[in-house]
């Protein structure tokens, strides 16, 4: 007589799909004796001070897939993939009533994709471990990389627990560091040339305590 043991697998996957969302945004623009030059210079004169401006502004849409499987009782295997329509952003275009013209900021992003993995373990004391590595691609190049939030590709390396310190109380904590390739910039369409390469590296801890009454 021989028999068989089987063993039930919990698998999940989701997508989703986030369309783009506009905003409109008011604030000041502050141009400094410096600023003023190079605008002057550029062929739009103005004086140095603070003026009133506003811009409306897309972001870009984006698609989400993922999975989550069962590796052991104790062990989830999770994987993900998602894709952003930067190319959408074409260019920041701020009006404001006290200059000769509209201060512009031209993006031309590329559309970019991240791709991730991540293990949840389980220990017998009810803690729960967590580790992930993902890689996302960069939404700029040398010719279009900006000097105002610079990007390159980069990858994130993860560490995460969870603690049940009571039966309504969770605490959950995190820590990533993200790996960023050095970004070459060369640019000469602001009246100036601009040229050299950013050294970028990034630390992120959280922290996160849930109580239910």
Not at 36 to 63: C, E, F, K, W
Not at 144 to 153: E, F, L, T, Y
Not at 173 to 202: C, M, N, P, W
Request: glycine share 10%; aromatic share 8%.
């Amino acid at each position: 007589m021989c028999g068989r043991v089987s063993k039930s697998v919990h698998e999940s996957g989701s997508r989703s799909y986030r369309s783009e969302m506009s905003y409109e945004v008011e604030g000041d623009i502050t141009f400094s004796d410096a600023g003023a030059a190079l605008s002057t210079l550029g062929g739009n004169p103005v004086a140095p001070g603070t003026y009133d401006g506003s811009a409306d502004i897309d972001l870009p849409a984006s698609l989400q897939l993922s999975y989550a499987g069962d590796l052991s009782d104790r062990t989830q295997l999770l994987l993900g993939v998602e894709w952003t329509e930067w190319s959408s952003l074409d260019a920041l275009v701020v009006e404001s009533p006290g200059l000769a013209f509209n201060p512009t900021e031209e993006f031309d992003w590329n559309n970019t994709t991240r791709y991730s993995l991540g293990l949840n373990h389980a220990l017998t004391s009810g803690t729960v471990l967590r580790f992930g590595v993902a890689k996302e691609e960069s939404t700029q190049g040398t010719d279009n990389r900006s000097a105002i939030s610079p990007d390159s590709d980069r990858i994130w390396a993860t560490l995460g627990a969870g603690f049940n310190p009571t039966d309504n109380m969770t605490i959950d904590v995190g820590y990533a560091h993200i790996f960023v390739e050095d970004a070459d910039i060369s640019r000469s369409d602001k009246g100036a040339q601009l040229k050299g390469t950013y050294e970028l590296e990034a630390d992120v801890i959280g922290a996160q305590m849930t109580y239910r009454f």
